[in-house]
């Protein structure tokens, strides 16, 4: 199933006003897609997932399924969650805590109206594919998370249903059990073929489980792509910060000319600018810009090296494989990630000389938005 | 541990005063009712038991009382169940749907419960009396259907308001309607709610006596709290004994009531549901 929003929108109209959760999004998901939708609370992806499932009427746009019009504001469409074959996962699970096992997954079948020879035989199915054929009399009551989790998404496999959402299912669970499941649920997918909408505020999930990831900001798309590219090429600052985990440094700098070479200013240290950052890029103007550069570009050097970033350390963070510095540049704060074990016994108040690989930053406006430069966009 | 032993102590004086406060009465209700002299108390008679009043309650036909017991048991029944059909859909459509100025329309029902019922009184008697009503079972199931509501719509709302939301959502999207979903889901995981309110509505029911006595003449439609008071003796004395027997065999459904549903009130069926 194709599934395509077209402009959007949904507000919600409480005593205390109109409150805009989805701006006019436009968003293709394919067939057979495992689609993440990415972003802080209250950004609006579960509201989008509520519209998609049918729980939530559009105030605007479209929705199409294929080339069915399952919702329209402007044309009064709306067909009801139960006529659009779809499955959901909620967060809490939402068992229904009066049946068993077995009655929560045969639930839907049962309102189907379908035989109770076939839903034994289709719950049986379910239930040995999830690996849940000892539990089916328990209550969930006696079920552990993963248990209960897994109940939830055989209740929602159990229909073979053409859409299958879910509602950030993995983040009640704990650290270990969230990691395996998620593999899990990939594989799942993988093998059903079933088009898929993952809402989540973590963006671990999102880039390991997405085949495209959106990212929502306050109701707003802020990019959509491949992980690798949301990583790679961040549209903006918001997304550049959100992905990835110690997040992107993000540093007001300001760029100048002098001898026809490029150089920027942090603070009043000074570094030349390599060429294929700026080369062909024709919006570049002298001023006031914001350099971003992920923690790992950033490499650590005793000082006496002729580096020019001099700065003393004010906390290190051992990660395991690596170590996390925070420095401060002037009073902008600055993150370096090395897996070099022996800076790891660098103490706070310690000056150590940094030396960011320039090549691989990327450069923002000061609104936030991505500068392209032609240099890179062919490089990915 | 001195502070541990204060409040164990405290704890036991408070229930035990409550137990005595509550349950005198009722120990004094059942040794009355079994003594063969009602004034056993005083110096002269002593007390003998016997169960002269039981036998006199049970077999005098001229006390009625197993009359005013049935009248009872189907009116309160009739008033109970009737309450909750109505209170059960407008709690969950009240909780559940969008509606504007739900809040307000709460506050007004609130406010309607808030009509002393002597208010009322004269005015529903001459509403019932042009029904030709006065004397049946409806004269008295409709107005304690009225009274009930309020208290019953509050109590249900409550209890589905503690119901997460997310189960109506996965109820939907596994294609119920909405009335589905009030029969499926939500009545059984509020099965505690409404046996509450149900024993709540019918002990209402049961002990209610103003709107009793004005609408209601003889055996065939008088309540037990009626039927009691008005218990005469041959010569017009007040016959404890027999009033008190009557007391105690009409609050053994009660009793029975509370014990059987007890179990289903406390059983904490929402376990489960979500993430605890």
């Keep these: 199933m194709n599934i395509r929003l077209v402009r959007l929108s949904k507000e919600f109209i409480s005593a205390r006003g109109r409150t805009p959760a989805v701006r006019t999004i436009d968003l293709e998901i394919r067939e057979s897609e495992f689609f993440v939708l990415l972003g802080p609370s209250g950004c609006g992806k579960s509201t989008v997932l509520n519209l998609i499932a049918g729980l939530e009427k559009p105030t605007g746009g479209e929705i199409w399924f294929d080339d069915r019009l399952v919702a329209s504001a402007a044309e009064r469409v709306f067909e009801s969650p139960r006529d659009r074959n779809i499955a959901m996962v909620f967060q809490s699970y939402a068992l229904y805590p009066h049946l068993s096992v077995f009655g929560n997954i045969a639930f839907p079948l049962e309102i189907a109206g379908e035989g109770k020879k076939r839903i034994a035989a289709a719950v049986e199915r379910v239930a040995s594919m999830l690996g849940l054929t000892e539990l089916l009399a328990a209550r969930p009551g006696e079920l552990s998370g993963g248990q209960r989790q897994r109940v939830a998404i055989a209740r929602a496999l159990v229909r073979h249903p053409t859409v299958f959402l879910l509602d950030e299912p993995l983040s009640n669970l704990d650290a270990q059990l969230r990691a395996s499941t998620r593999t899990e649920l990939r594989s799942l997918q993988r093998r059903l073929g079933i088009t898929t909408v993952y809402v989540t505020h973590d963006q671990v999930e999102a880039m390991s489980l997405g085949d495209r990831i959106a990212v929502l900001r306050e109701g707003r798309l802020e990019q959509i792509g491949r992980p690798e590219e949301l990583f790679e090429e961040p549209a903006n600052t918001f997304v550049a910060s959100f992905i990835a985990s110690p997040p992107m440094n993000l540093l007001e700098i300001e760029l100048f000319l002098e001898a026809g070479r490029w150089l920027l200013r942090i603070d009043d240290r000074e570094l030349m600018v390599p060429d294929c950052m700026v080369d062909p890029c024709d919006e570049l103007k002298p001023g006031a810009w914001i350099l971003g550069i992920r923690p790992e570009h950033i490499r650590i050097h005793p000082v006496g090296a002729a580096a020019v970033l001099k700065e003393r350390v004010e906390a290190v963070e051992p990660m395991g494989r690596e170590v996390l510095f925070h420095f401060l540049v002037g009073s902008q704060k600055l993150m370096a990630l090395t897996a070099e074990g022996h800076f790891a016994a660098a103490c706070p108040g310690e000056v150590l000389a940094l030396d960011p690989d320039l090549k691989r930053a990327h450069l923002f406006s000061r609104n936030g938005k991505r500068v392209v430069n032609r240099w890179r966009s062919s490089a990915v | ?276």
Excluded at chain 2, 29 to 46: K, N, W, Y
Aim: aromatic share 14%.
């Design chain 2, 1 to 276: 541990m001195t502070e541990e032993r204060a409040k164990g102590w405290l704890i036991a004086a408070g229930s035990g005063f409550m137990l005595v406060f509550c349950l005198t009465p009722v120990l004094y209700m059942v040794a009355t009712s079994l003594s063969e002299d009602p004034l056993f108390l005083s110096q002269q008679a002593g007390f003998h038991l016997s169960l002269r009043h039981y036998a006199a309650v049970a077999t005098s036909g001229s006390l009625h009382f197993f009359h005013y017991l049935g009248n009872s048991l189907v009116v309160s029944a009739l008033s109970a169940f009737v309450t909750v059909l109505i209170a059960a859909p407008a709690a969950y459509a009240i909780t559940r749907l969008v509606m504007p100025g739900r809040v307000l329309l709460l506050y007004f029902v609130l406010a309607v419960s808030m009509f002393p019922q002597i208010s009322l009184i004269s005015y529903l008697f001459r509403f019932m009396a042009a029904l030709g009503w006065i004397n049946t079972y409806q004269a008295l199931v409709l107005p304690y259907i009225a009274l009930a509501l309020p208290l019953a719509l509050w109590i249900l709302i409550s209890y589905f308001l503690q119901i997460p939301g997310e189960l109506d959502r996965a109820a939907l999207v596994d294609g119920c309607s909405r009335w589905q979903i009030l029969r499926r889901v939500i009545l059984p995981v509020a099965a505690p709610g409404i046996f509450s309110m149900l024993l709540l509505a019918f002990i209402f029911a049961f002990n209610e006596f103003l709107f009793a006595i004005m609408l209601t003449t003889d055996y065939r439609a008088q309540t037990v709290p009626v039927g009691i008071a008005l218990f005469q003796g041959l010569h017009g004395e007040i016959p404890w004994g027999a009033i008190m027997a009557a007391s105690t065999l009409s609050s053994i459904p009660l009793v029975i009531l509370t014990l059987f549903f007890q179990r289903r009130i406390i059983q904490g069926l929402t376990r489960g549901a979500i993430k605890g």
